[in-house]
């Protein structure tokens, strides 16, 4: 299974990109690949070639330029069929999590996706390689969000209680859209290694 690195965005209020952010000795795509591929994934990116070259792997390109992360993951599901995907800014998820989503995913056979404190956090979830095709035509109709793709599919909300039955923190989901997430996550990480 692909595990599909999506760090594409503009990061209008990180005010930098966040691929490229120091994470761990790192950079936060990086830190991605890494946890990806130790998930058991093979990881890949989608986004700019150059970030996956420094990162060591591969990249896709959208196959609707334009389209948003759904351009991204459809280049991921017609590369590879069923895609774990992954925003690179959610560097608190540990591998054996990623791990337990993907593999719940799989057994569910539907698009996968966590719910953290009320909000649907799509890009870190299971897509079957089903989902190429109605994805493909749903972006060709000018559909953009995410979400909104997700209500037009058979699929499963994963909530915080059955996320805690995956042995998968909710806390881990957060993603990190401002200086102040990411300072707040380093101490997160610092504190959790005694630091």
């Not at 599909?4 to 830190?31: D, Y």
């Not at 700019?48 to 992360?69: H, R, T």
């Not at 774990?84 to 054996?96: I, K, N, T």
């Not at 569910?108 to 404190?117: D, I, Q, S």
Request: hydrophobic residues 45%; charged residues 15%.
């Amino acid at each position: 299974m692909l595990g599909a690195i999506l760090c594409g965005g503009q990061s209008r209020r990180m005010g930098s990109a966040k691929a490229l952010l120091p994470w761990a000795g790192v950079t936060l795509l990086e830190h991605a690949r890494r946890r990806v591929a130790e998930a058991g994934l093979d990881p890949i990116c989608l986004g700019p070639v150059s970030w996956a070259a420094q990162a060591g792997m591969p990249a896709l390109a959208d196959s609707i330029p334009g389209s948003g992360p759904l351009g991204g993951l459809l280049a991921a599901l017609e590369a590879g069929g069923d895609v774990f995907a992954l925003a690179v800014d959610m560097p608190l998820l540990e591998p054996s999590e990623i791990a337990a989503l993907a593999a719940h995913g799989l057994r569910l056979g539907v698009a996968t996706v966590p719910e953290y404190r009320g909000r649907v956090q799509p890009l870190c979830g299971y897509w079957p390689g089903g989902l190429a095709a109605p994805m493909r035509a749903y972006l060709l109709r000018g559909g953009r969000k995410v979400v909104a793709f997700l209500a037009t599919v058979q699929q499963r909300t994963l909530s915080e209680h059955d996320l805690g039955l995956l042995g998968v923190a909710p806390a881990h989901l957060r993603n990190l859209n401002t200086p102040s997430d990411y300072a707040e996550a380093q101490s997160a990480m610092a504190r959790a290694r005694g630091e």
